[in-house]
């Protein structure tokens, strides 16, 4: 069983360019997570998505950030004309369409973005 | 809103001995808390929930408590190895049990010497 993929494992943009990390969640997993995690700071909540539908965005960034999880294929986290501050390592995580089950998330390995 | 906060502090301990991480939040009692390591360069892996109704979990060698009066969670690893040397982070959901968008500590980083 394959866990929740990320890709780009690391990823270098410089000032102005665009960033796309993909994710692909567990197999079975209709639920996937965003999350940044700064240097020396805790994983902070970015955004939550079903397929085809964004159901919490509220600690996503209103400008440049956007995110999609469609019918078919991996979700996306872009982030247009990265700044230097947009350095971190952004993670995915997934988790099973059952209420119950649904609060353990399950991490992808990261990707880390530079921003030169 | 609800903050969580772990001793940024790193635990050093022997090998062989029990470690004990603690988890206080702020605000009010969550359904459920988490707990979950993370290695450098890795992403957080799940280990243990505990429930609000639930007093005490075991795996293994893992034990978490919850104690809703105190706002605290305590996290012990009896007979700790150099293997579990990692960051341990508390997580809890931001609303009232079921939003998905779980908050996390900063983490307690444990170093178990041989």
């Known amino acids: 069983n394959a866990g929740v993929m990320q890709n780009p494992r690391h990823l270098v943009r410089r000032r102005g360019q665009e960033a796309r990390l993909r994710c692909s969640p567990m197999?079975?997993?209709?639920?996937v997570y965003w999350y940044r995690q700064l240097p020396e700071e805790g994983l902070k909540f970015m955004v939550y998505?079903?397929?085809?539908?964004?159901?919490?965005e509220s600690g996503m960034p209103k400008e440049r950030f956007s995110a999609e999880f469609p019918k078919e294929g991996p979700s996306i986290l872009r982030i247009q004309q990265v700044v230097r501050g947009d350095s971190a390592a952004y993670f995915c995580?997934?988790?099973?369409?059952?209420?119950?089950?649904?609060?353990?998330?399950?991490f992808g390995a990261g990707t880390r973005l530079s921003v030169l | 809103s609800q903050k969580i906060e772990q001793n940024s502090e790193a635990l050093n301990i022997q090998e062989g001995k029990t470690a004990t991480l603690t988890c206080n939040y702020t605000?009010?009692?969550?359904?459920?808390l988490q707990w979950y390591r993370q290695d450098p360069g890795r992403g957080p892996v799940f280990l243990l929930l505990?429930?609000?109704?639930?007093k005490e979990k075991r795996k293994e060698r893992l034990k978490v408590t919850f104690d809703t009066t105190l706002k605290q969670s305590l996290f012990h690893i009896t007979a700790s190895q150099p293997a579990d040397s990692a960051t341990y982070l508390c997580a809890l959901d931001e609303g009232s049990g079921n939003t998905g968008k779980l908050i996390f500590g900063q983490g307690t980083t444990l170093q178990v010497k041989p």
């Open positions: 998505l079903q397929k085809e539908n964004i159901i919490d």
């Open positions: 995580a997934s988790s099973p369409f059952e209420v119950a089950a649904k609060n353990i998330q399950y």
């Open positions: 605000n009010y009692s969550p359904a459920y």
């Open positions: 197999k079975g997993h209709s639920h």
């Open positions: 505990i429930r609000e109704n639930e």
